[in-house]
C-alpha cells in the first residue's frame, strides 16, 4: 500500500501521516524527492485496515499495491506450495488425480468404485458423504455412514480420501475420516466454514464458487491461511455463463491466473466444469497442457444408475482410458518444461 500526499501537502501534514503509520507498528518508506509525495508502507497493514488513512490531512489517495489476499499471494511467497498429504505430493510439477463418484450411495457401491480408482492409478478417491444438492428433492448424502465406507475404501486400496464438508457443525466428523476436506462451489463465501475448516488440522480442496471472480476465491483462500492452515488447494471446475449446452463454462484460464496471482497449487475438474462425461477427457488434457496440478474426475461402476452427476460420471472404461491419456500428457508436459 502506498500513500500518495496532496502536491500542496505541508511537511507537518506528512510527518503526522508518517507518526500515525508508526503508530500501527508500521515501517514507513517517503518518497520526498518528487511531487507528490508518496509513502510506502513496510509491516502487516492488516494493523491498518480499520485506520482512516485516507481522513488525514494532506492526503489525496491511497492506493493498495498489494492484494488484500496476502497469504495466498506469491508477492509474499514467490516459490509454488508443494501440499503433501502423507506422501501424496500436490503441487511443484506433480500431477495428482482425485476420482470417484459423486456421491457414496452405499458401501458396494463406494468399494467397487474405489477398487477401480486405484487400479487406473489415482491417488485419492472422492465422494460426497455430505450433498449440497440444488433440489431439496434429491438424494441428500449418507453422512457419518458415508464416512465410514470411505474409511474402509482408504483402509482396502491405500487411496487418501477427500470428501466435501458442507456445515460447520460437521468439520470435525469429517476432518476425522478424510485426508482433505472439500469445500465445494456452493460454499465458497461461507466464511464460517471457511474459518472453520481453516482450524481442523487438514488439507482444504477449495473450489471456485459458481460465480466467483478469482479475485474472490483468492479471498476465500485468504480465510483459511488466515486460521494457520496453509494447505490450500484451488479447484476450477466451471462458472456460470450464458451458455447451456454444457452444465458450467470451464474457465482453464483461471489455471494460469491462479499461477501467476498465488503460490497455490490449482487442478480442475472437467466433471462439474462440463457435466457431459464426453467432454471429459478432452478437458482434462488441455487442464494439464494449461499447468494444472492435478484433475478431479466423476467416476462411477454404472453411471446409468448414479443417485446424482451420472451424465458426467465416466464408467470404468472410460476412465481407465483417460488414466492412459493422463499419463502421456504428464510425461508430454515433463518433457516441454
Ligand atoms: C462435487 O464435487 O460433487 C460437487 C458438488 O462439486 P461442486 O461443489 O464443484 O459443484
Ligand atoms: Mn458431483
Redesign the pocket.
Known amino acids: 500500500m502506498v500513500i500518495v500526499m496532496q502536491v500542496t501537502a505541508t511537511d507537518a501534514q506528512i510527518k503526522q501521516v508518517v507518526n500515525r503509520i508508526h503508530s500501527a507498528g508500521l515501517k514507513t518508506f517517503v518518497s520526498s524527492d518528487q511531487s507528490p509525495v508518496i509513502i510506502g508502507l513496510i509491516g502487516d497493514k492488516r494493523m491498518i485496515a480499520t485506520m482512516p488513512v485516507e481522513a488525514l490531512d494532506g492526503v489525496e489517495k491511497v492506493i493498495p499495491i498489494t492484494e488484500s489476499y496476502k497469504l495466498a499471494s506469491r508477492k509474499f511467497h514467490p516459490d509454488a506450495t508443494v501440499i503433501d498429504v502423507d506422501g501424496v505430493k500436490i503441487g511443484g510439477g506433480n500431477v495428482v488425480v482425485m476420482a470417484g463418484p ?1 456421491a457414496v450411495e452405499s458401501r458396494e457401491q463406494l468399494l467397487e468404485a474405489a477398487a477401480l480408482v486405484k487400479e487406473g492409478g489415482a491417488q485419492f478417491l472422492r465422494g ?1 458423504a455430505y450433498k ?1 444438492r440444488t433440489s431439496p428433492y434429491s438424494f441428500q448424502g449418507l453422512e457419518i455412514k458415508g464416512l465410514e465406507y470411505l474409511a474402509e475404501a482408504r483402509e482396502a486400496t491405500g487411496l487418501k480420501i477427500v470428501t ?1 464438508v458442507t456445515e460447520v457443525t460437521a468439520v470435525d466428523a469429517v476432518a476425522e475420516y478424510a485426508d482433505m476436506l ?1 469445500i ?3 460454499n465458497m463465501q461461507n466464511f464460517q466454514l471457511l474459518k472453520a475448516v481453516g482450524r481442523a488440522g487438514k488439507p482444504v480442496l477449495l ?1 471456485r464458487g459458481i460465480a466467483a471472480t478469482i479475485n474472490e476465491w483468492l479471498h476465500a483462500a485468504e480465510y483459511i491461511l488466515n486460521e494457520g492452515n496453509y494447505d490450500v488447494i484451488m479447484c476450477e ?1 466451471g462458472i456460470r455463463t450464458f451458455e447451456e449446452y454444457t452444465r458450467n463454462t470451464l474457465d482453464l484460464s483461471a489455471v494460469g491466473a491462479i499461477k501467476q496471482l498465488s503460490h497455490l497449487p490449482i487442478i480442475v ?1 472437467p466433471s ?1 466444469g462440463t457435466g457431459r462425461w464426453k467432454l471429459v477427457k478432452s478437458m482434462s488434457l488441455a487442464a494439464l497442457a494449461a499447468g494444472a496440478d492435478g484433475l478431479m474426475i466423476e467416476v462411477h461402476p454404472n453411471p446409468a444408475e448414479a443417485l446424482s ?1 451420472g451424465p458426467q460420471s465416466l464408467n470404468p472404461e472410460n476412465y481407465q482410458n483417460l488414466m492412459q491419456a493422463v499419463e502421456q500428457m504428464t510425461e508430454f508436459m515433463a518433457k516441454l518444461q
Do not use: S
Request: glycine share 16%; charged share 45%; aromatic share 0%.
Open positions: 459423486c460426497g449440497p466435501e472439500q465445494g462451489a456452493r473450489k471446475r475438474d462439474h452427476d
